[in-house]
C-alpha cells in the first residue's frame, strides 16, 4: 500500500468516526429518561400516609358481614428511606390478597403508586390518587384483569382496605375481598396533635434519637435509620421546613 493510499484511508476513518459523533450526524438519540420523583416530593406527597406508620391487625371478609371465608392478618406501615427514594412499605403477615407492597409518588403524573408483590411472587402496580381520606388506585395484571384498591381512613386507628376485579373489556368490579384493620397497641405515628414530630417526615415523634447531646425525634425504625445515616442533613431539612411554614 502506497503511503498517499495510507493516509486516504486514514483520513476516511477518522471523517466517518467524526460525523458519527457530530451533534448534527447522530443518526438515532437515545430516549430520555423519566425523571423519578425526589426523596423530598415524595416524602411530601406522602404525608397524608403518616398516621398509618404502625402495626395493624385485620379481619378480612369475602363478604361484608359473612363470617364464611373469613381470615385474620397483620400488617406493619413503615417508612423506607433510601438515599435518592422514599416510600412507604406495607408488610403483611397471612394476608390473602398480597404480601407486601410500597407506596410512593410519580412525579411525572402526580400521582401515588403503590407496586405489590402478590401471593404467587409476581408484582402488580397501582395508580391513583387520595381524596378525602379514600385512596382509590387500578391496576392492570399479566391475565388483562384491572385490578382496584380502595383504602379508606375512617380515624386514626381504624383502616379499611377494599379489593375489587373486573376483566379489562367489562365495566363493573367483583369484590375479591375486604380487610378491616385496628391499630394493634398505641398510637404510633397519627397525623396532628401536639406531641413530639418526626423530625424525617413531619409524623407524630414516638421513638428517641440523639445527636451532639440533643434528643431529637422520629416516627418509625425506617425514619430512625435514614437520622441514624445522615443526622445532620435531616436535622437541617427539618429546621429550614419548621422555620418556613412559619
Known amino acids: 500500500m502506497s503511503d498517499s493510499f495510507r493516509r486516504i484511508a486514514v483520513w476516511t ?3 466517518i468516526g467524526f460525523l458519527a459523533v457530530a451533534p448534527g450526524f447522530i443518526i438515532q438519540a437515545e430516549e430520555p429518561q423519566l425523571k423519578p420523583a425526589s426523596k423530598a416530593a415524595t416524602i411530601d406527597a406522602l404525608r397524608e400516609f403518616n398516621g398509618l406508620v404502625g402495626s395493624w391487625r385485620g379481619i378480612g371478609q369475602v ?7 373469613a ?6 406501615f413503615v417508612w423506607e428511606l433510601k438515599p435518592k427514594s422514599a416510600g412507604i412499605r406495607i408488610n403483611v403477615e397471612d394476608g390473602k390478597e398480597w404480601k407486601s407492597a410500597l407506596l410512593n409518588f410519580d412525579e411525572a403524573t402526580k400521582q401515588l403508586t403503590l407496586t405489590a408483590k402478590v401471593l404467587d411472587d409476581s408484582t402488580r402496580t397501582y395508580h391513583g390518587k387520595l381524596e378525602d381520606k379514600r385512596l382509590v388506585m387500578e391496576g392492570v395484571d399479566d391475565k388483562k384483569e384491572v385490578h382496584r384498591l380502595t383504602l379508606t381512613i375512617l380515624n386514626e386507628n381504624r383502616l379499611l382496605i377494599l379489593f375489587e376485579k373486573r376483566p379489562e373489556q367489562q365495566s363493573f368490579f367483583t369484590r375479591t375481598g375486604e380487610v378491616g384493620y385496628q391499630r394493634q397497641g398505641t398510637k404510633i405515628a397519627a397525623t396532628g396533635g401536639t406531641g413530639p414530630i418526626c423530625v424525617v417526615t413531619g409524623g407524630a415523634g414516638t421513638i428517641p434519637v440523639t445527636h451532639k447531646g440533643k434528643t431529637y425525634y422520629v416516627c418509625c425504625t425506617g425514619c430512625r435509620d435514614a437520622f441514624n445515616d445522615d443526622p445532620e442533613g435531616t436535622i437541617a431539612a427539618y429546621e429550614k421546613q419548621k422555620a418556613e411554614s412559619k
Open 13 to 15: 476513518v477518522a471523517s
Open 71 to 76: 381470615w385474620q392478618e397483620k400488617a406493619e
Open 63 to 69: 363478604k361484608r358481614g359473612s363470617s364464611q371465608g
